[in-house]
């Protein structure tokens, strides 16, 4: 069964920082990978997607995260934190039986420090 | 905006009671996935529908249901409810079965009271 595993439910970034949030997800195919970003009191807006194109995947807000299969590790990054840039990060993997549902991490909550 | 609707935003009702939340998906999509977001259980898939037909089941209880109409938004039903099932519910909705996408709604929160 797939399954996806954020290291770290609390991440703190100085303003400016680099910001690094872990993501490995478990599957026996090559996986669909997702990245959403929740801010208090909203839906889930997707950050970004790696659909086995290229490994490594931008997405809006100045992130991008690096697909490496050796590592079964899906990590998202952004250069420097921006105070809007705190939230709530789930990473997600598209179930490759059928259904094609999301199976995701229990989250990381972002917090940046001015 | 995702273009996925749910309604209402906000429901809080009391313990026994049962209430519809509804979601319309993006025009053209045909699957709606729904989940359940809560502090303990995290997100959690509960049901899909594809082109109205249901597609497949996660952890949804008993006392829960939904239905896709030929309309294709879809319905969920949640019916005896308990303290525990005060939560955050999203559809989400996709164009076909590819997992390429799903466009999440803003979600309905329910307060059981």
């Known amino acids: 069964a797939q399954s996806v595993t954020q290291l770290g439910s609390h991440v703190s970034v100085s303003e400016g920082a680099l910001v690094l949030l872990r993501c490995n997800y478990s599957?026996?195919?090559?996986?669909?990978l997702f990245w959403y970003v929740q801010y208090p009191n909203q839906g889930l807006q997707l950050l970004l997607k790696?659909?086995?194109?290229?490994?490594l995947v931008k997405g809006i807000n100045g992130f991008e995260a690096e697909f490496k299969k050796s590592e079964t590790s899906f990590h998202l990054t952004k250069p420097s934190a921006h105070m809007s840039d705190a939230a709530e990060y789930f990473c997600?993997?598209?179930?490759?039986?059928?259904?094609?549902?999301?199976?995701f991490g229990t989250g990381t909550r972002l917090k940046v420090l001015a | 905006d995702s273009g996925v609707t749910q309604t209402p935003k906000h429901l809080i009702t009391a313990t026994g009671q049962r209430v519809t939340l509804r979601c319309s998906p993006r025009?053209?999509?045909?699957?709606v996935y729904w989940y359940q977001q809560s502090l303990d259980q995290g997100l959690q898939f509960l049901i899909q529908?594809?082109?109205?037909?249901?597609?497949a089941k996660g952890n949804i209880l008993e006392r829960f249901s939904a239905q896709q109409f030929p309309d294709l938004h879809s319905e969920l039903n949640l019916s005896s409810l308990e303290l525990g099932d005060s939560a955050l519910y999203f559809c989400?909705?996709?164009?076909?079965?590819?997992?390429?996408?799903?466009?999440f709604g803003q979600g309905t929160r329910l307060t059981v009271v």
């Open positions: 989400a909705s996709s164009v076909d079965l590819t997992g390429t996408e799903a466009f």
């Open positions: 997600a993997v598209s179930d490759s039986s059928g259904t094609y549902k999301y199976i």
């Open positions: 790696y659909t086995s194109a290229a490994t």
């Open positions: 025009s053209g999509d045909l699957s």
């Open positions: 529908y594809y082109n109205g037909e249901e597609r």
């Open positions: 599957s026996s195919v090559p996986p669909y």
